[in-house]
């Protein structure tokens, strides 16, 4: 328990009659719940209206001289008075932080605070509320010493002797303040972790996730796209698109749950009278052996084939080695397809790639459109940083986004992750971020890697993709898998090391510019004409940026 003793009582004459209780001089007044005893007869709502009134009086005062917006962080709807015994006065609090913050900032507040209501200095205990009951006098709830975490009701057990009733001194806290900015650290991160770790349990729609704070770039444009065009006029009875079938897939945090999200909701829009059912694979399969236990898989069958209108299922390679479920969901599907419903699918996979499951389910998922998302260029890092700070109310200096954008690429999840780590930091540590604060925080450097790109690492990181060997790029073989792969390296080159098409030439084997320019010229109208060849070089384009910060 934390004690803080104030100065000597000043002159007894000062009058007390505005909060003294008659029928009980002994003390000013305190919660009747736990301090009455069972043969002595109170007026509970008095009790409890003095100490209401004492605290409205005092948190008054505060609201005055404390900022707005720190009254309404640390006092509004968590510091109240449990009791007023003598010259003590226990007050409560929601969480050690809290505590830590008003005995360590504002003690001098309450303590004036006090003594302008009651003209008197007090001694002031400050407790931390158990995380699932009130101490509060407003609370009509007592504890009992068997299980002093279960409420009761104190109109349905007024018999509750005193000898099993628990006092607000019985409650204490200790509080190691060499170990606080530990403390606080570990809750700043945990906010990092509990973000970064993705649960997908029991999901829901979601209506923060929309098309409109969807960040777009050059690794997530055509998903981006096709998404829309499947939420503005989605395959159903009567009337089917040519994109019944969407099947998006990525790694993990990189916007594909997003997507799903924001097609349902697009869907919600134009469309209210649709049933939308999102769902993880997880989950369907829960909802599914419950059935069978519930003996009510009819329904369920109904559900899915007949009512639902739009099937979305996130995480579908979670159906793997799971025999029963992969069997409904086949013929669920089939009933879908033939009626001319929308089907949607995530997964970190493509069909192909998923291990455990038969080969009539995978060529199912496969019929439809497959379409991937690549991790996010440097700009795209850039602008995910700059909105998702904006939403945390966190501001922060360009040098500090940069340094992000380069540092972190793998995932839009660890972009967000992150900011929300220092956003944490600024707020629990009461701490301005710069770039110092930063590179710490986040364990960053400004020159995350110090290999630069060239033309050699443009062309390795090429034949790594094309899975072919890097000496055959810059050969004469004119295969036609060979080629491509060297006109695409040319096309990079090009674009990110601004070469001249001599260099170019020269770094190929001698090749004349007019070849050069064929073959990045190729390059570009493919881009325009083929989705898959956007994708390849959108892939190559983040393959690359983990080589330098170019991009």
């Known amino acids: 328990m934390l004690l803080f003793r104030g100065l000597e009582f000043m002159s007894s004459e000062f009058p007390f009659d505005h909060f003294l209780k008659k029928n009980h001089p002994s003390k000013l007044f305190s919660n009747p719940q736990i301090n009455a005893s069972?043969?002595?007869?109170?007026?509970?709502?008095?009790?409890?209206?003095?100490?209401?009134?004492?605290?409205n009086e005092i948190l008054g005062l505060l609201r005055d001289s404390i900022p707005k917006q720190k009254f309404n962080a640390y006092f509004e709807n968590t510091f109240e008075i449990i009791s007023f015994e003598g010259n003590q006065i226990v007050f409560s609090c929601s969480t050690q932080f809290i505590q830590h913050i008003i005995t360590s900032q504002y003690l001098v507040h309450i303590e004036n605070a006090i003594f302008a209501t009651i003209g008197k200095k007090v001694i002031i205990d400050i407790q931390v509320r158990s995380k699932n009951t009130s101490l509060s006098s407003n609370d009509k709830n007592i504890f009992r010493t068997q299980n002093s975490t279960a409420l009761l009701s104190n109109e349905k057990n007024t018999e509750t002797t005193k000898s099993s009733i628990k006092k607000p001194g019985d409650f204490k806290f200790v509080l190691d303040l060499n170990q606080t900015s530990d403390d606080l650290t570990k809750v700043a991160e945990s906010k990092f972790l509990s973000h970064v770790r993705s649960d997908m349990g029991n999901i829901l729609i979601d209506a923060s996730k929309t098309f409109d704070n969807f960040?777009?770039?050059?690794?997530?444009?055509?998903?981006?796209?096709?998404?829309?065009?499947?939420?503005?006029?989605?395959?159903?009875?009567?009337?089917?698109?040519?994109?019944?079938?969407?099947?998006?897939?990525?790694?993990?945090?990189?916007?594909?749950?997003?997507?799903?999200?924001?097609i349902a909701n697009k869907v919600k829009e134009l469309y209210p009278n649709l049933v939308v059912a999102l769902v993880t694979a997880r989950d369907f399969t829960k909802e599914m052996v419950n059935s069978i236990h519930d003996k009510t898989m009819p329904d369920f069958?109904?559900?899915?084939?007949?009512?639902?209108?739009?099937?979305?299922v996130d995480d579908i390679h979670e159906l793997r080695n799971k025999p029963a479920t992969q069997n409904e969901f086949f013929h669920i599907f089939n009933e879908l397809q033939n009626r001319g419903k929308q089907l949607v699918f995530t997964s970190d996979k493509l069909p192909s790639e998923i291990d455990g499951i038969p080969e009539r389910l995978m060529t199912r998922l496969q019929w439809g459109l497959l379409i991937d998302i690549q991790r996010p260029d440097y700009e795209t890092r850039l602008a995910i940083l700059k909105r998702k700070s904006a939403e945390l109310d966190l501001y922060l200096q360009e040098d500090i986004f940069q340094l992000m954008a380069s540092n972190l690429t793998h995932s839009i999840r660890e972009l967000e992750g992150y900011l929300i780590r220092l956003s944490a930091h600024k707020d629990l540590l009461k701490v301005e971020i710069d770039i110092e604060m930063a590179?710490?925080?986040?364990?960053?450097?400004?020159?995350?890697?110090?290999?630069k790109l060239s033309a050699e690492t443009i062309s390795k990181v090429v034949a790594n993709f094309y899975k072919i060997p890097v000496i055959d790029i810059r050969s004469k073989s004119r295969t036609k898998k060979i080629t491509h792969s060297r006109h695409v390296a040319m096309y990079l080159i090009q674009k990110h090391l601004n070469a001249t098409l001599a260099e170019i030439g020269a770094f190929f084997g001698g090749r004349d510019h007019t070849s050069v320019i064929h073959g990045i010229k190729k390059i570009e109208q493919e881009i325009q004409l083929s989705g898959f060849v956007k994708q390849e070089i959108n892939g190559l384009e983040s393959a690359l940026s983990e080589q330098s910060e170019i991009f």
């Open 439 to 451: 590179k710490e925080v986040l364990n960053l450097t400004s020159k995350p890697r110090e290999e």
């Open 215 to 262: 960040i777009v770039g050059n690794s997530n444009a055509i998903a981006h796209a096709t998404a829309i065009a499947v939420a503005n006029e989605p395959s159903r009875q009567g009337k089917q698109c040519k994109y019944q079938c969407l099947y998006i897939h990525s790694g993990s945090g990189l916007g594909k749950t997003h997507l799903l999200h924001a």
């Open 301 to 312: 069958q109904k559900k899915y084939s007949e009512i639902v209108d739009i099937l979305m």
């Open 38 to 55: 069972p043969d002595l007869k109170v007026n509970e709502n008095d009790d409890i209206g003095e100490l209401k009134e004492l605290e």
